[in-house]
Nanobody, 129 residues
Framework: DVQLQASGGGLVQAGESLTLSCSASGFSIDGYDIGWFRQAPGKEREGVLCVSSRDGSTYNAESVRGRFTISVDNAKNTMYLQMNSLNTEDTAIYYC??????????????????????WGKGTLVTVSS
């Protein structure tokens, strides 16, 4: 059964850090374009970060630039989203996604996740002031 499972969300205070994990099963994440997108309450989905497996090029939303980083552990078949200096605007449900290249990452910008083969169920991050 092919799936992505996101975890690690929770309630944190502004200024704190949090790491989200996304475990893949049923396929190898190695060689896939990967990314995270989010949906804040009352807002549209927004691509946050993605990495192209072909050349390592990335899309990085301006709102998280310098604070969020994406990484992958192929041995664990898991991707991560490290989030630092969180603020209340980061409150959202976070989703992971993966696609065989070519995908819309990174040239699709904030819409890179469109058409990606696999989406994980979201994990809620709440940042309190």
């Amino acid at each position: 059964d092919v799936q992505l499972q996101a975890s690690g969300g929770g309630l944190v205070q502004a200024g704190e850090s949090l790491t989200l994990s996304c475990s893949a099963s049923g396929f190898s994440i190695d060689g896939y374009d990967i990314g995270w997108f989010r949906q804040a309450p009352g807002k549209e989905r927004e691509g946050v970060l993605c990495v192209s497996s072909r050349d390592g090029s990335t899309y990085n939303a301006e709102s998280v630039r310098g604070r969020f980083t994406i990484s992958v552990d192929n041995a664990k078949n898991t991707m991560y989203l490290q989030m630092n200096s969180l603020n209340t605007e980061d409150t959202a449900i976070y989703y992971c996604a993966a696609d065989q290249p070519p995908s819309l990452c990174p040239h699709g910008g904030a819409k890179f996740y469109y058409g990606m083969d696999y989406w994980g169920k979201g994990t809620l991050v709440t940042v309190s002031s």
